[in-house]
């Protein structure tokens, strides 16, 4: 009996690792799990304060402050980002649901105002992030990225990537609206 | 329980020449580099442990990403005022999360994976050294005389016992040889330390492939250039001007290419032929439509010769334009038929047929393929395919009579009397299909070359001697009569006529006929001296 056990130990060690793996396959093919999708560190945690000069008055300058009024979005693009041109629609349907505050990552501002003239500006204001420092405190790996922050300064949602009708559907009008009821 | 233990033994010097990683070449510059060689260092040192978020598998140090490039300036912006390493490190795990350190601190999430090792280790070991016990004491039974057992189980134990015996030499081997094989194939495809070759490769290839479509484009150039210069030299030249609109089509410099024709034809005197390409090079021009002056010229080529097969495509593609899909089957249809069978625009010449049948909505007799039954239609064809032979044959039969008694009854049928020789030949009834093509020159006495053909299998037939000569010979000459009639020039037929005269006793006739070939031939030829023996013999 002993025997047979340590006979078949092996073989349901492997059957257990190939069950973790099929399921972590299957997952992957279905589109479940996504490998691109990071983990995200600044989910409910308070918003990074930020303080950038303002694209339509350089000199002036925008804050992302602790507490806010409403609920806002925050959201990372650049002029020569391809997927920003492709978030123009959701972002220009989400914009008048709620106020979105840009923040122009890596861009030379004269870049910036021509992609707005161009596809639309969603935005309530828009800051500088010339050297990309802002995007470090949000976490920020790519442009667009998108952030959900509530009335108190707490990160709800992020979103790297460009938001697509599915998303915009899905994820974030559904939040949003749950967000202003409660109010 | 062997396989286990190799298992094992690769996983641990797999694991083992994991750590023997490739030192990566620097991402980092010059001028990102602190002053400070200490602080440097630790920069240095906290950025090897740092992943990059948009690379996901290099550290920051590695990667040549803006990302990489910006979390090694905020690293070493902290070094500079002052934070420990502890610190820093902290800073970015808030900010990007555990998923940022290369080396993932122990917690519930990632306890799996840094207790696998040890789990496999400890599991391992435990198993290999509970089988080394298993082989120094081996169980009783095993002591037994297996020849007074005829129970199985004692032999199967006997089976395991040498295989633990073998299993480290195996598991060595094996091991050996899967680190070998991948040791080889990342020499050869994944060592860092290749060229970067590929790049400048394709680079090369394409640049080639570039220069030989510029050759290939001067040398038309070239050709074009040459046909212009001969026909500024020689404007009367006909054939310079024909090569000019060659060239000029090569380049698709269709405004030249109509204007060499038209200078060819003005200077041909309308030759049907120049006239039939100018319209194909007008309908090229104007993208396949058949534009009225292609008309015009279709029109009048078939009228002098309704047999010019360029004229012929042409016109069905005007029918075609029209929606006058019957006219398009029947003139490419006829096309096929008097083309050779070797010319080159039958393929297309077929796939335009099958369309305009398609919306015409007739359905193709397999008339395309020669050597098959033309009565037969595709559905027939295929039922045929499951029949046996005698069954084929006599459905072959059956349609051959339905066809000779259609073709009785519209004896104008010449294509259908060849259709009818061609079914009779493959039903083995030669002196049916003989009749059948006398029958089909009948029906078209001015073609010629079918008169010939025919006159040629009549004299075949008669010199095969297995039948009633006269008849063959009496139909021969009513051919030969019909051909006569369209050319009395041609040297084939001046061979046939002067040949029955001799036959018949009438010398002068045949002398007649034969005198009038060797005009037609090149004195030197064997041919002429042959005849001039036939004809000397006459003479005596």
């Known amino acids: ?183 | 329980m062997r396989y286990f233990n190799a298992l094992i033994l690769i996983l641990l010097v797999g694991m083992s020449l994991q750590t023997l990683s490739v030192p990566a070449a620097f991402a980092i510059t010059a001028e990102e580099q602190l002053a400070d060689p200490e602080l440097e260092a630790r920069a240095r040192d906290l950025s090897k442990q740092l992943r990059c978020l948009v690379c996901q598998n290099q550290s920051i140090d590695d990667s040549d990403a803006d990302l990489a490039k910006d979390l090694r300036a905020e690293v070493r912006k902290q070094l500079l005022s002052g934070a420990d390493d502890q610190t820093i490190m902290a800073d970015l795990q808030e900010k990007y999360g555990d998923y940022v350190l290369l080396n993932p601190p122990v917690s519930l999430a990632t306890i799996g994976l840094w207790a696998t090792p040890i789990l496999a280790l400890l599991i391992g070991g435990g198993l290999i050294i509970l089988n080394r016990r298993r082989v120094k004491q081996p169980p009783p039974q095993s002591a037994q005389d297996l020849s007074e057992n005829t129970d199985d189980k004692p032999v199967s134990v006997k089976t395991m016992h040498a295989g633990t015996l073998g299993t480290p030499i195996l598991a060595i081997t094996a091991s050996f040889c899967i680190i070998a094989a991948g040791a080889i194939y990342w020499f050869v495809l994944g060592s860092p330390s290749l060229p970067s070759q590929p790049l400048s490769q394709r680079a090369s290839e394409i640049s080639q492939d570039a220069s030989q479509a510029e050759a290939l484009l001067a040398e038309k150039q070239k050709a074009y250039t040459a046909a212009k210069d001969a026909t500024l030299r020689a404007p009367e030249n006909i054939g310079s001007w024909l090569e000019l609109a060659l060239a000029a089509a090569e380049l698709g410099r269709m405004d030249d290419e109509l204007n060499a024709l038209r200078t060819a034809l003005s200077l041909t005197g309308e030759d049907a032929g120049i006239k039939s390409m100018l319209a194909e090079a007008l309908t090229r021009s104007a993208e396949g439509q058949v534009i009225p002056e292609a008309r015009q010229l279709i029109a009048e080529v078939l009228a002098e010769n309704g047999r010019e097969p360029r004229a012929l495509f042409l016109s069905g593609l005007a029918a075609m334009e029209d929606g006058a899909y019957k006219r398009a089957v029947d003139n490419w249809r006829y096309l096929i038929e008097i083309s050779p069978s070797d010319a080159p625009w039958l393929v297309v010449v077929r796939k335009n047929l099958q369309e305009a049948a398609d919306r015409a909505g007739i359905e193709l007799k397999t008339d395309s393929d020669n050597s098959n039954l033309p009565v037969l239609s595709q559905e027939s064809l295929s039922a045929a395919a499951e029949m046996s032979p005698e069954e084929r044959l006599e459905m072959i039969e059956g349609m051959v009579v339905r066809l000779r008694e259609r073709l009785e009854n519209a004896p104008s049928d010449s294509a259908g009397w060849q259709r009818l020789a061609r079914a009779y030949t493959v039903l083995g009834q030669p002196e049916e299909a003989l009749k059948a093509l006398v029958s089909a020159s009948e029906a078209a006495p001015g073609d010629l070359k079918l008169q010939l053909a025919v006159l040629e299998q009549l004299m075949l037939a008669g010199q095969a001697g297995d039948r009633s000569q006269t008849s063959d010979q009496a139909l021969a000459k009513e051919v030969l009569v019909r051909a006569l009639a369209v050319n009395a020039e041609h040297p084939e037929l001046l061979f046939f006529a002067g040949h029955f005269a001799r036959q018949e006793g009438d010398k002068d006739k045949a002398r007649f006929y034969w005198v009038k070939l060797l005009d037609t031939i090149p004195q030197t030829s064997e041919t002429a001296r042959l005849l001039q023996a036939e004809l000397d013999k006459l003479a005596r």
């Open chain 1, 1 to 183: 009996m002993a025997r047979s056990l340590t006979h078949f130990l092996p073989l349901l060690l492997f059957v257990c690792f190939a069950a973790i793996a099929s399921v972590a396959l299957i997952m992957t093919l279905s589109g479940e799990r996504k490998l691109s999708e990071l983990p995200s560190a600044l989910i409910g945690k308070p918003v990074p304060v930020t303080e950038l000069p303002s694209l339509s008055n350089p000199q002036a300058f925008i804050k992302i402050e602790a507490t806010a009024a409403t609920p806002y979005l925050v959201n990372f693009f650049a002029s020569w980002c391809a997927p920003c041109r492709a978030e123009a629609p959701a972002l220009a349907i989400l914009g008048k649901q709620i106020d979105i505050i840009g923040v122009a990552y890596k861009d030379k501002p004269e870049d910036s105002r021509k992609f707005l003239a161009d596809f639309g500006n969603p935005y309530r204001a828009i800051g500088i992030d010339n050297d990309g420092a802002a995007g470090l405190n949000w976490g920020v790996y790519g442009v667009p990225e998108t952030y959900l922050i509530s009335k108190d300064g707490i990160i709800l949602k992020r979103h790297a990537g460009p938001i697509d009708g599915d998303i915009l559907r899905d994820e974030f009008l559904p939040l949003i609206r749950s967000l202003q009821d409660r109010e």
